[in-house]
């Protein structure tokens, strides 16, 4: 015969559903692959090649005509953004002790990242890369006007 | 025998500044020195001692067994959160006064006595106790490696060095503390115990092993030599993978 003894405690009440287990596991997946976009970036456009000489306007414009680097950049961008501003709210939560000041630093903060995110967004999926009107030496060799 | 010289114990004269704070004269802690002559086999808690029961009476301070197993001296000495009771005077820098202060993070009732509730309550908040549901009719079973799992989380003393030592712990004291998640450790991967997942969620809290920093300050500041980050990490792979 088995017998079942009560638990002897009552649940704890403060307990709550909370995002912090995925906040946790992205700092640690987009950690990592920021240190490899970012890198890469840097020497891409500033080693390799001619080096930091070689940027200018249609520097940008080539590298945007790829895709491939238009994910990239935009990986990098959401990726760097969400990052900063959840660590940020970790140093927020640290440091804030009223539950009004601390409501309002981070909805701060993620209006600031959401509002950069959309603009950085709309800037890499709807770059001209030949603007109508600007001078030819400064445009890419794709360009007609070029 | 009676021309043979006794020989002498060096002795030598330490400087001790002690935070000191009475709640019914005092707004603010004030450093207090004190001159006290210690010997080589000495602990700063001798050092209290020689104080308490020579200079001042009104020094007060916990201890109980005085020998690092009970955990009621953890206190600030230099900076660090030890045991007053195992930590020799000698091992110090002796040329320097010795600053001892109470742990951070708790109130201050008097001098080196805080209030330990509310570390106590997130103790019992992860139910600090084997949970089994069949009858206890025989001996629980239990291979050595099952043991070894949890046998160094077994050690806590429930001192506080290691929570009062946190800095996420001294903002504003809602986070569980290493101590708690140390004590949830020695249940959550006890093979005879059933409640694994129990203390997983409690822990799964806002305030739970998700505010973990990993800056070792516990692991650091453990008189028992626990591994504490090394616990708070492996509670919080079960948490991520949903089993122990």
């Known amino acids: 015969m088995s017998v079942t003894i009560e638990t002897p405690n009552r649940p704890r009440s403060r307990k709550q559903a909370n995002w912090e287990k995925y906040g946790w596991l992205f700092m640690r997946v987009s950690g990592p692959l920021l240190v490899v976009l970012v890198f890469t970036h840097l020497v891409v456009n500033l080693v390799l090649g001619d080096g930091i000489k070689a940027i200018d306007f249609a520097f940008v414009a080539g590298k945007w005509a790829d895709p491939f680097w238009q994910v990239w950049d935009l990986a990098m ?39 950069l995110i959309l603009l950085g967004t709309l800037v890499i999926f709807t770059f001209d890369p030949c603007p109508a009107g600007a001078s030819a030496d400064l445009l ?6 070029a | 025998m009676a021309d043979q010289a006794v020989p ?48 001042d009476g009104s020094l007060t301070f916990r201890r109980s067994c005085a ?27 002796i040329s320097q006064p010795i600053y001892v202060e109470p742990i951070k993070g708790l109130p201050v009732e008097k001098d080196l006595i805080v209030d330990m509730n509310p570390f106590y309550q997130a103790y019992k908040d992860i139910n600090p106790f084997l949970v089994a549901n069949d009858k206890p009719e025989k001996e629980r079973l239990q291979s050595p490696e099952d043991r070894a799992r949890y046998d160094d989380t077994t050690k806590c003393i429930l001192c506080a060095a290691c929570t009062t030592s946190c800095p996420v712990f001294w903002t504003d004291g809602q986070y569980f503390g290493p101590a708690a998640i140390v004590n ?51 509670v919080k792979q079960a948490i991520l993978r949903g089993r122990v």
């Open chain 2, 67 to 93: 020998h690092g197993v009970c955990g009621s001296d953890a206190m600030r000495i230099n900076g660090r959160n030890r045991l007053a009771c195992k930590t020799l005077i000698k091992d110090l820098d």
């Open chain 1, 140 to 145: 890419a060799s794709f360009c007609p006007a």
């Open chain 2, 8 to 55: 002498t114990i060096d002795s030598f004269t330490v400087t001790l500044f002690v935070r000191r704070f009475d709640p019914e004269t005092d707004q603010e802690p004030k450093w207090v020195d004190y001159d006290v002559e210690m010997f080589g086999t000495d602990r700063v808690l001798d050092a209290l001692h020689k104080i308490k029961w020579e200079q």
């Open chain 1, 77 to 115: 961008l959401w990726l760097a953004l969400i990052h900063g501003t959840n660590g940020m709210r970790t140093i927020v939560n640290d440091y804030t002790e009223k539950v009004k000041v601390r409501k309002a630093l981070t909805t701060t903060l993620w209006a600031v990242c959401a509002l």
């Open chain 2, 184 to 234: 949830a450790h020695r249940f959550i991967f006890d093979s005879r115990d059933e409640e694994a997942q129990v203390r997983l969620d409690i822990l799964n809290d806002k305030e739970g092993v998700w505010r973990c920093r990993t800056t070792f300050n516990c692991t650091e500041a453990c008189p028992r030599g626990i591994e504490v980050t090394k616990a708070i990490a492996e």
